[in-house]
């Protein structure tokens, strides 16, 4: 769908249509995949029943775990062929002719994608899954069923899928007959918030209400005045979705919800509302002086503004010269619909953080513990790796900038680091700028004759010995490096035996003069496994 391009002037009230037409083609993106039927649900469906589904490893309450789509597949190496939430059907016969090892492997590959469930029907002989196999998914907090009667996977992922699309269908048309009457009224009697409010109200029957980033209210239905008055409120959920003016989020469509109303479903009709919501919300918004300094000053750091007007905009911002911050940098298909909840990440351990969309990517700027910045960064990074483990995006978080003049060097410092391999096994989608300070310093040099004869003299016999091997040896060696030279992960990477890892390793030593930690060349021999691997 292509944006819409208007070139009349048209009276106010038209024009709110036509501009509300332009902002649904951008929130129809918003969110391309809901999830609408739980796992409970599926499995109280009468073909997945006839199966007789035997509950071994339990995650999530089932009524809690939504699944977005049905998969079967026995292919083992499944990371970059699903995106979470996925209910996932197999016979189980490529991972359990594998090692132990690799098969809590696969299972971690499933628990770090989030994926809804792992069903397993058995073929052949041996009918019952190993403890081991059942233990190891119940530490990763995986739920595991196995089948004990056969039933066609491409029957039941066929129904099942055709009701997730039905439920999603059936939610979208709500939101945009919703929608159509809102856009009607905006057209007949303009911009006012509480008879909208009123409208989302009476179609859903439920409180609505917009509130600002402080939480404040700024316009309710009365079902939502009363819905604050309630001390009880037992069973009640709410739903909330932001209003994004100039690209940063201005307040929040709340919907106060009973426990009959249906959780995925509001989310995703409120995504739909938003952007009606949105358009007569700007019709009233101001953004204060200090909104308008933190916008300009982002906007300043991210397309390399001047020095001089980045540490005034910062003063107009607030932030105190000498501040310790750090920059970070998120890409993904639509990091604006996840905006808010990333803030919250960054914010939970008290920092302030300002936030910035340009394009596919988010800039963050956040202010840092002026007592303990490396402690406080490094709190920072640990949280983004829990909460953003699986996701579909990548985070480059940079060093630290002792003031906000230095802002741009963190951040082109965080960008540096995108295009790399990653620095070791356990990053995740969440790269950290002092993991990569030696490759850094090295992107500086700009002498490729030297750093190859520099890779020769540290590694030279082991190149030579490794270009009948496809590079064998070189992965290893600078896997095992990454690891801090941790046999068990390094095998566990490479999805080799421990023991071939140390023939390997045997091998490598003779190649190079020996153990590096032995003699002391841990650090030449692993920089010079990276150029080599990148040359």
């Excluded at 009697?189 to 939480?215: F, H, K, S, T, Y």
């Excluded at 007007?309 to 911050?325: D, N, T």
């Excluded at 490759?439 to 190149?463: C, H, N, S, Y």
Aim: glycine share 6%; proline share 3%.
């Amino acid at each position: 769908m292509q944006n819409v391009v208007i070139y009349e002037v048209l009276s106010d009230k038209e024009s709110l249509v036509l501009q509300y037409l332009r902002v649904t083609v951008q929130y129809s993106r918003r969110r391309e995949e809901a999830m609408l039927v739980t796992l409970s649900e599926i499995m109280a469906d009468p073909l997945m029943r006839s199966a007789r589904p035997r509950l071994l490893a339990a995650g999530t309450v089932e009524s809690e775990v939504y699944v977005r789509w049905v998969h079967t597949s026995e292919v083992v190496q499944l990371a970059g062929l699903i995106h979470g939430a996925e209910l996932l059907l197999t016979t189980g016969e490529s991972v359990l002719k594998l090692p132990f090892e690799q098969q809590r492997q696969y299972l971690a590959m499933l628990a770090e994608c989030r994926v809804a469930a792992l069903v397993i029907e058995r073929v052949g002989p041996e009918k019952q899954l190993a403890q081991e196999f059942v233990e190891a998914a119940a530490e990763l907090e995986l739920p595991l069923y196995q089948l004990q009667a056969t039933v066609p996977f491409v029957a039941l992922a066929e129904k099942i899928n055709t009701r997730i699309v039905s439920e999603q269908a059936s939610a979208l048309q709500q939101a945009d007959a919703i929608s159509q009457q809102l856009a009607q009224h905006l057209a007949v009697a303009g911009p006012a918030l509480v008879p909208l409010l009123e409208m989302i109200d009476n179609q859903l029957r439920l409180g609505a209400e917009i509130v600002n980033q402080e939480g404040a209210v700024i316009a309710a239905s009365q079902r939502a005045v009363l819905h604050r008055l309630q001390e009880e409120k037992s069973g009640q959920f709410d739903v909330s979705v932001n209003l994004y003016i100039g690209g940063d989020a201005a307040a929040r469509l709340v919907l106060h919800a009973q426990a009959q109303h249906h959780q995925q479903r509001l989310e995703l009709v409120a995504d739909r509302l938003g952007s009606i919501v949105t358009l007569a919300f700007s019709q009233h918004y101001k953004p204060s002086a200090q909104q308008a300094a933190t916008l300009a000053l982002l906007q300043s750091i991210v397309n390399a503004g001047g020095e001089n007007y980045v540490v005034h905009r910062a003063a107009e911002a607030q932030i105190a010269a000498g501040a310790p911050l750090c920059m970070l940098v998120l890409q993904g298909v639509d990091v604006s619909r996840d905006r808010a909840e990333l803030a919250r990440h960054l914010r939970a351990g008290g920092q302030r953080v300002f936030t910035y969309v340009q394009g596919h990517r988010l800039y963050a700027l956040c202010i840092l513990d002026p007592v303990a910045p490396r402690r406080s960064r490094a709190e920072l990074v640990q949280r983004l790796r829990a909460a953003l483990r699986g996701e579909q995006l990548e985070c480059c978080v940079g060093p630290i900038a002792l003031d906000v003049s230095r802002a741009r060097w963190s951040l082109t410092q965080a960008e540096s680091i995108e295009s790399w391999g990653a620095a070791s096994g356990d990053e995740g989608t969440v790269r950290d700028a002092l993991d990569y300070a030696l490759q850094r310093l090295v992107a500086q040099l700009d002498e490729p004759e030297k750093l190859r004869e520099f890779i020769a003299e540290q590694i030279g016999e082991l190149l030579d010995a490794d270009r009948d091997k496809d590079g064998q040896l070189l992965k290893t060696l600078e896997a095992w490096l990454a690891s801090g030279c941790h046999a068990t992960e390094t095998a566990a990477r490479l999805y080799v035996e421990r023991q071939t890892l140390h023939k390997r390793l045997a091998k490598i030593f003779a190649l190079i003069g020996g153990d590096p930690r032995v003699n002391g060349r841990v650090l030449p021999v692993h920089l010079a496994a990276w150029l080599a691997l990148r040359d």
